[in-house]
C-alpha cells in the first residue's frame, strides 16, 4: 500500500523563526507533489507543488524534493502566528489511470508562538 | 467567485436515512475527487470522475456509497442508509482537464453528522 509519512508534531517555533516540515513516500513512481494547508474546521488549501529535484521557491515557502531518498520538505521562513495550521503532504498516484488520485500524510500540526 | 463549491455546508442524518451531497468544480474544471475525513484522522481517496465517467472508485466503501458526475449539473456523492460512522468531513476537489501536474483546489466540505 502506498503511504505517506509526515514527521511527527506537533511543531512549535517562534515568530520570525524558520518551520521545517518533513515527508517520505513510498511509491518511486509517484511524480507530483503537493502541500496543503489546513485551518481547524476550513478545507485544505494548496500552498505549493513541486515535481523536480530540488528546490522550489515562493514567497515565504520553500519545497524541497529529494525522489532518491524519496523525501520531500516546506520550508516557512519568518514565521508567523496566521502560519499556524495543519499542513498536509500528498503525493499522486502515478499507477494507471488514476494518475490524478492523491495519498495524504496525517498532517503535521504547527503552532507559530509570539 | 469561480472556486469549488459545495452544498450543503452541514447535513444533520438520521440513522438510515439518505445523504446527498453535491460538488460544482472551478469554472474550466472537469476533473472531480470526492475525498473524506474522519475526526482526528487524515484525507482519504474516495472517488475520481469526470463528466458522466468514473475513473477510479478504489477508495470507496463497497456498499452504500455512489458517486455521479454527470453531463450537465454538479457531482453527487450519495450515501445510503448512513450510520454513524458515516459522520465525517467530505471534501470534493477538481482539477483542469489541462493541468499537467493535476493539482486539486478543494472547496469548503460538507460536514455530515449522523445521530
Known amino acids: 500500500q502506498k503511504e505517506v509519512e509526515q514527521n511527527s508534531g506537533p511543531l512549535s517555533v517562534p515568530e520570525g523563526a524558520i518551520a521545517s516540515l518533513n515527508c517520505t513516500y513510498s511509491?518511486?513512481?509517484?511524480?507530483?507533489f503537493f502541500w496543503y494547508r489546513q485551518y481547524s474546521g476550513k478545507s485544505p488549501e494548496l500552498i505549493m507543488f513541486i515535481y523536480s529535484n530540488g528546490d522550489k521557491e515562493d514567497g515565504r515557502f520553500t519545497a524541497q524534493l529529494n525522489k532518491a531518498s524519496q523525501y520531500v520538505s516546506l520550508l516557512i521562513r519568518d514565521s508567523q502566528p496566521s502560519d499556524s495550521a495543519t499542513y498536509l503532504c500528498a503525493v499522486n498516484d502515478a499507477g494507471g489511470t488514476s494518475y490524478g488520485k492523491l495519498t495524504f500524510g496525517q498532517g503535521t500540526i504547527l503552532t507559530v508562538h509570539p | 467567485n469561480a472556486g469549488v463549491m459545495q452544498n450543503p455546508r452541514h447535513l444533520v442524518r438520521r440513522r438510515g436515512q439518505e445523504a446527498r451531497l453535491r460538488c460544482s468544480p472551478m469554472?474550466?474544471?472537469?476533473?472531480v475527487y470526492w475525498y473524506r475525513q474522519l475526526p482526528e484522522e487524515g484525507l482519504k481517496f474516495m472517488v475520481y470522475?469526470?463528466?458522466?465517467?468514473?475513473?477510479?472508485e478504489s477508495g470507496m466503501p463497497k456498499e452504500r456509497f455512489s458517486a455521479e458526475f454527470p453531463k450537465e449539473g454538479p457531482s453527487i456523492l450519495r450515501i445510503q442508509q448512513v450510520v454513524r460512522g458515516d459522520s465525517a468531513a467530505y471534501f470534493c476537489?477538481?482539477?483542469?482537464?489541462?493541468?499537467?501536474?493535476?493539482?486539486?483546489?478543494f472547496g469548503p466540505g460538507t460536514r455530515l453528522t449522523v445521530t
Open positions: 511509491d518511486r513512481g509517484s511524480q507530483s
Open positions: 476537489a477538481s482539477s483542469s482537464n489541462r493541468a499537467i501536474l493535476y493539482e486539486q483546489y
Open positions: 470522475l469526470q463528466k458522466e465517467n468514473i475513473i477510479d
Open positions: 469554472k474550466g474544471h472537469s476533473h
